[in-house]
């Protein structure tokens, strides 16, 4: 099973009652499709939640490893819903290494899936960075036609450019971003970069 | 949906069910309205039956009464074989003891012996209200709060040749233990026959005990042995037997699979009497229901049930298929069973 803009919040549902009969409260912070699509912002399907961060008393904290009874709630919810494996990971959680956007956690959009989950959506500014990233870092694909589904503005993508760089001060990098940007539209990005 | 209404649903197929096989067995009980033509599983019937009488304690009281009269023809070896969890071996440990209180036949005391201390004092009829004052010892010194009382002495004798008492027969000709259990397997199986394997499942006993079993009776000429490729199989010409056992072709017992569907559904009942159920939305009932199905599965398919046949369902969903499987066992009990479909989500 995936996850879609049908099922989404279902799956997330789920969670949050595995938790509570766990007596666990949790407070993920989630970047990338899954974000998206309970944002209502793409509804391509996505195979999974991933993870970037836990909130623990409004603090961004690294996720890694995941805590126990959020892998055992979440293996629960694998079986129920015929999931793969690592349908919740931690794999973004690398972006904290260099940093998040500024002013990330304001921005975050946050939903309620009873009493023991809170799960912090990305917001659609910061998904511009970590689409633009993941295009020019991992290839186009999905990372392309999400980006392209958030309808970014020239602004939107250079400041997310230089969020980039943050990540990977590289030439080699620069070189790749230069061309995505020029791609998308953006033909000034050598001078802002 | 009620799942107060699917329990009791259940309880009362199950219930039913216990009652007719042990009325025709000599339990006194009103005569059930069709005479069973499967041959009983008397240890899978008893543990079925203790753990049906948590909620119905004139049925323990009257299966208590048949196994101290019957007591000779029960296997107390295939009895603890076949508990799984530590109340199914509280509970035949409890009936042992009971029995052992009262004449004909006094077991002696390895019989009962325990290899654990008894649990937390609980009681033993779940709908029991107020103290128990004067517990029954048998069932305390295993943790059961159960009010002491006399047997009821209403048992009757059965009938040795009712289809329905065929394994009891089949004791009263071999004797307690695997060789009855392989005999009665391979005169009431369809085809007559088995691997070692298949039989063993079927008896309730191990494999290696039935091997020798089936070897010392193919050495004897009772049972013919071939080989299928690599597989032994063990068969029965029961021709001969029709006149010794007074039974015309075609009319002898049949082989239901009890130990493994009465051990499935036994379970069930115990999963659905846990008032904690109650409590959880649709989603968490079903996932609760996915992961205690995953526990009776084998056992289920075992018993004919081809639960990989029902189509599963993601998330609460599943409810529908739990109920599709559940229904599915209690047919085999009866086949007039009711539609367990008023307890599915509209």
Not at chain 1, 37 to 64: I, K, M, N
Not at chain 1, 79 to 86: Q, S, Y
Not at chain 2, 190 to 195: A, C, H, Q, R
């Amino acid at each position: 099973m995936e996850l879609n803009d049908r099922n989404t919040h279902e799956l997330l549902a789920a969670l949050g009652e595995q938790l509570a009969q766990r007596e666990t409260r949790v407070e993920l912070v989630v970047v990338g499709g899954s974000a998206l699509l309970a944002l209502g912002l793409v509804r391509r399907a996505t195979r999974d939640v991933d993870v970037v961060a836990l909130l623990v008393s409004g603090d961004v904290v690294d996720p890694r490893p995941l805590p126990e009874s959020l892998l055992e709630a979440a293996d629960r919810v694998r079986v129920d819903f015929d999931l793969p494996a690592d349908w919740l990971n931690a794999a973004p959680a690398s972006l904290l290494d260099f940093g998040l956007p500024q002013g990330f956690v304001e921005r975050l959009e946050s939903r309620e899936y009873g009493p023991a989950l809170v799960v912090h959506f990305a917001s659609r500014t910061d998904q511009i960075h970590f689409k633009l990233y993941a295009m020019v870092d991992q290839g186009a694909g999905k990372h392309e036609a999400d980006l392209v589904a958030l309808a970014p503005t020239p602004d939107e993508l250079l400041a997310a450019a230089r969020w980039t760089r943050t990540q990977d001060p590289s030439d080699g990098f620069r070189q790749e971003l230069i061309s995505a940007l020029s791609y998308l539209g953006v033909e000034d990005g050598t001078l802002e970069l | 949906m009620e799942l107060s209404s699917f329990r009791n649903t259940v309880r009362r197929e199950l219930n039913a069910f216990a009652w007719d096989q042990w009325a025709e067995l000599g339990v006194f009980a009103p005569t059930p309205e069709r005479r069973q033509t499967a041959a009983a599983d008397p240890e899978a019937l008893l543990l079925f039956s203790l753990e049906l009488g948590r909620d119905d304690p004139r049925l323990v009281d009257e299966v208590l009464d048949w196994l101290r009269v019957n007591q000779a023809l029960i296997s107390v070896h295939r009895l603890r074989t076949l508990c799984i969890e530590p109340d199914d071996r509280d509970l035949a440990d409890a009936a042992l003891g009971w029995v052992a209180r009262w004449p004909p036949k006094v077991r002696p005391q390895s019989a009962f012996a325990r290899d654990r201390e008894p649990p937390a004092a609980r009681l033993l009829f779940r709908d029991s209200r107020g103290e128990v004052t004067n517990p029954d010892p048998a069932f305390a010194a295993v943790g059961f709060l159960k009010p002491d009382t006399e047997p009821s002495r209403k048992t009757r004798p059965f009938d040795p040749r009712a289809p329905i008492a065929f394994a009891l027969r089949m004791r009263l000709m071999f004797g307690v233990g695997s060789r009855a259990e392989v005999m009665r397997f391979l005169f009431t199986s369809p085809s007559n026959d088995g691997s070692v394997q298949r039989i063993a499942e079927a008896a309730g006993y191990a494999k290696r005990n039935v091997s020798e079993t089936l070897n010392a009776l193919a050495d004897a000429g009772i049972v013919l042995v071939y080989d299928v490729g690599n597989e032994y199989r063990y068969a029965l010409h029961t021709l001969p037997w029709n006149e010794v056992l007074s039974f015309t072709p075609g009319a002898w017992p049949q082989h239901r699979d009890w130990l493994h569907l009465l051990q499935a559904l036994r379970l069930l009942n115990r999963w659905l009497a846990n008032p904690e159920l109650d409590e959880l939305s649709p989603y968490l009932l079903a996932s609760e229901a996915r992961q205690f199905a995953a526990t009776i599965e084998a056992d289920l398919n075992l018993a004919g049930i081809a639960t990989a046949s029902v189509p599963g369902g993601e998330g609460q969903r599943y409810w529908s298929t739990f109920v599709q499987t559940v229904e599915q066992a209690l047919r085999l009990l009866n086949p007039n069973a009711p539609p367990l479909s008023d307890h599915l989500p509209e």
